[in-house]
């Protein structure tokens, strides 16, 4: 049986002899080409339910594999290994493993949305992928992303303070990220500010960045936002059946 698409078979997968006879006639070459046989070891039943009770993943088995989400996606256009259709085949299905041989490339979703118009059945496929994205991390599979440690720096003052200060947001991402804070285009603009910027402008950032700006009777705002954060992460953890994390308080 001829195969159509060899693209979606594992290159690893496919097996080759440049010698081979059976009975007495040369198949050698592609005639010999066979599919190497697999036995599943790491099926994980609760895959999809573990995807579904994190945000955005709730619809996921909703999904018909029409293939609406991949033909209209931006990044396949350009890398036709980012599948979405596929990865949430292989959810559905429980192959852990497969998974995540694109773990490197899932996090590549720019939330055009695009696939989630095309979708006839409501899957929300650019929240699937941003669900799949952070089980990966939740799991353990990837490090932080600089996106994933920006957006907590920068919640985490919120939370804190009800306000952020710009200058202590970038010092702690630099730091999270374990970059140095003298960016050439990051002294650029902070040249270029001075040169623009009023002083007593300036004076008041410089003021800002020392004092670090809070919003009045913020306590029971912080606590209550604490608390509903504590208990979604909690949640989303042992949905994974991860131990409970540590709380810190966010400054």
Known sequence: ??????????????VRNDKLAIDGVDVSGDWSTFIQTRVITDYNESLQEEI????????????????????????????????????????????????LR??????QCVSCNKCTYACPRDVVPEAVMHATAHWLELKGYVPEKPSVVFDDVFSGQVFAKGKIEEGRLMRKFFVRTQQKLAQPWL?????????RLPITLLMRLGLAGMVHPRTRNW????????????EQNAKHRSALGLPAQSTESHS
Not at 187 to 195: C, E, H, K, T
Request: proline content about 6%.
């Open 102 to 107: 694109d773990k490197d490339i899932i996090w």
């Open 52 to 99: 579904a009770a994190l945000p955005g993943g709730e619809f996921i088995h909703r999904c018909w594999q029409c293939g609406s989400c991949t033909n209209s996606c931006t990044v396949n256009a350009l890398n036709p290994d980012f599948n979405p259709r596929y990865w949430i085949y292989l959810i559905r299905l429980g192959m852990e493993q497969e998974l």
């Open 187 to 195: 002294i650029a603009m902070v040249r270029g500010l001075v040169s």
């Open 1 to 14: 049986m001829p195969i159509h698409e060899k693209h979606l078979i594992r290159p690893e997968n496919l």
């Open 219 to 230: 306590g029971r705002t912080r606590d209550a936002i604490n608390e509903y954060v504590g």
